[in-house]
């Protein structure tokens, strides 16, 4: 079995975007002896799982995130936490950072403007980036871990929500919590992300010949 725990070194689909992550990181530093990384939506606790696979000596990382998050969290990595959207960062200049990489976030953002806001600031704030998204087409919700669910008319999804617990999340108490949980994910497929990044590459993660999820790829080497 596949192990998809997002906090475990053994979750092969997050193991191997990370070692794709540390090739591109180890061009950048060969070049300049140093990263900076910026991590659009991440945490701090992504880092500290995979601290053992990357390069900390020569890397700093930055998590964007619209939750604070404790500094004192980052166990001793140069990893800097700030509370900020997304979707527009007018406080970094363009090409602030060498890398950027944002793991399961671009569905969480809402409108198809603020994923176009998204893909706008990982273009222009490094020459490289990674941007990982789950397939729509995928027939299981990673969120739910629901079959099909994703692909249902809203008004079954938040009924689903208020009967059980559906993956990551709990059994509803109320049609308000429902809807949250319901509109929580609008995830993409090929078309659209290749759309959001024109000037990237988008690759496949396959799982049984089907693409579970897909990857928008550039990579400039300095």
């Known amino acids: 079995m596949f192990n998809i725990s997002p906090v475990s070194q053994n979750n092969v689909f997050r193991k191997r975007r990370v070692a794709r992550l540390n090739s591109m990181i180890a061009d950048h530093v060969a070049a300049k002896g140093h990263c900076r990384l910026l991590d659009m939506g991440g945490t701090t606790g992504f880092w ?50 060498d890398v950027v990489f944002s793991n399961s976030v671009i569905e969480h953002v809402g409108l198809w403007s603020n994923k176009v806001g998204f893909a706008r600031e990982a273009r222009r704030l490094a020459p490289s980036y990674l941007i990982q998204t789950p397939n729509f087409w995928f027939p299981v919700d990673p969120h739910s871990r629901f079959a099909f669910l994703h692909w249902l008319p809203r008004p079954v999804v938040y009924r689903v929500h208020m009967a059980m617990r559906t993956g990551f999340y709990p059994k509803t108490a109320n049609l308000d919590e429902a809807m949250t949980y319901t509109e929580d994910a609008d995830m993409l497929d090929w078309r659209q992300m290749a759309h959001l990044f024109p000037d990237g590459s988008i690759e496949s993660e396959k799982f049984m010949l089907m693409t579970k999820s897909l990857l928008a790829v550039r990579h400039n080497k300095p």
């Open 48 to 97: 500290t799982v995979w601290r053992d696979l990357l390069d900390f000596e020569h890397l700093t990382v930055t998590c964007v995130n619209l939750a604070e998050v404790r500094q004192d969290d980052t166990g001793g990595l140069p990893v800097i936490a700030r509370v900020g959207n997304a979707c527009s960062m007018p406080e970094f200049e363009d090409n602030a950072f």
